[in-house]
């Protein structure tokens, strides 16, 4: 049985503050079903997401052991101003601590902090971890240059004293306005903004957590990056030669990317097994991006991976027990 390092969730209490929102992001009703209305307009609002029941039984269908719950920073709820954020996190985090110590075995949960504040985010993961949630997710635009990254050290300070897992994901550092969303069909616009520009934010991130300073005063933290790190496992060794070409000192970044988990919610088995060759299979977890992709679709990509047996069973349970045990 697996388990699932990148999942998504929004609680009911959480989903009542969003209805009563007169702007985005917020929940509204669209024909005989609910939809959001923000960063992700046209969502629908549904019991993959919400109905946890529903998730539990789907979880079992497809083999999984637990998730790991988080507030998906692409929903546009945590980079809100402090003012805004921080009752929507507070609501996220005191459901999602309640879940967990009810359903123990089947959840763990990340922690939602107000983004614009980062006092304010120090004291809510020290209160939510407090009730039981393991760390926290963090927006992937505020990691994207070690001076960027600079502004979560105290965040980074608390996580360390609390042994925090942190779990980087898509998402902005303030709120996108919605017209700047509206998908260009002819230009591949949707394509370009969730899958090109995403995914080299989190190459950047990777640039930040392996090859800089930023974790050396922050050793006791756990650091996970969604969608196995952007594009570095197909760019690593080209990072080689140009650090070859620079006659930098100090190890190759190919011998230097082993400072983060990475998670499987790239979708096909050929990116899973360049991840393996490129972080080794002991930097891999499972995470299948539910409800927002298909839970069953990612488990089917890692079974059909060319890796060895041995790194399948860490990719789907022992990295993930050794992120979370004692935590």
């Not at 120090?122 to 240059?145: C, D, K, M």
């Amino acid at each position: 049985m697996a388990i699932d390092c990148h999942a998504h969730w929004i609680p009911p209490g959480l989903a009542e503050l969003l209805r009563r929102r007169r702007s985005g992001p917020r929940i509204e009703r669209a024909g005989e079903g609910e939809r959001f209305v923000g960063a992700i307009t046209g969502r629908p609002f549904d019991a993959a997401l919400a109905d946890i029941e529903f998730r539990m039984d789907l979880m079992r269908r497809c083999g999984l052991a637990r998730q790991v719950l988080s507030l998906a920073g692409l929903f546009g709820i945590d980079s809100l101003p402090a003012e805004e954020a921080a009752p929507l996190v507070a609501a996220f985090n005191d459901e999602a601590a309640e879940l967990c110590r009810r359903e123990p075995e089947r959840f763990i949960g990340l922690a939602a902090l107000p983004v614009a504040d980062p006092e304010r985010m120090g004291r809510e993961l020290e209160r939510a971890q407090a009730l039981g949630l393991r760390g926290a997710i963090l927006p992937a635009s505020g990691f994207v240059s070690l001076e960027g990254a600079r502004r979560f050290e105290a965040v980074f300070a608390v996580g360390n004293r609390l042994r925090s897992h942190f779990f980087i994901h898509p998402g902005p550092l303030a709120p996108v306005p919605e017209s700047s969303l509206r998908a260009d069909r002819e230009d591949s616009a949707w394509q370009r903004r969730i899958v090109l520009e995403a995914q080299a934010v989190l190459s950047s991130v990777m640039m930040t957590m392996n090859l800089t300073t930023f974790l050396d005063p922050y050793p006791d933290v756990t650091v996970q990056v969604a969608n196995l790190g952007g594009t570095i496992p197909f760019l690593l060794e080209r990072m080689d030669e140009v650090h070859g070409m620079e006659a930098a000192d100090g190890k190759p970044p190919s011998q230097r990317m082993r400072r983060c988990y990475v998670d499987t919610a790239s979708f096909g088995p050929r990116a899973v097994e360049l991840a393996v060759a490129a972080f080794g299979a002991d930097r891999v977890v499972l995470g299948t991006d539910c409800p927002i992709f298909d839970m069953a679709r990612m488990l089917d990509a890692v079974s059909r991976a060319n890796i060895s047996s041995e790194a399948r069973e860490l990719i789907l349970t022992g990295n993930a027990e050794a992120c979370f045990s004692g935590r």
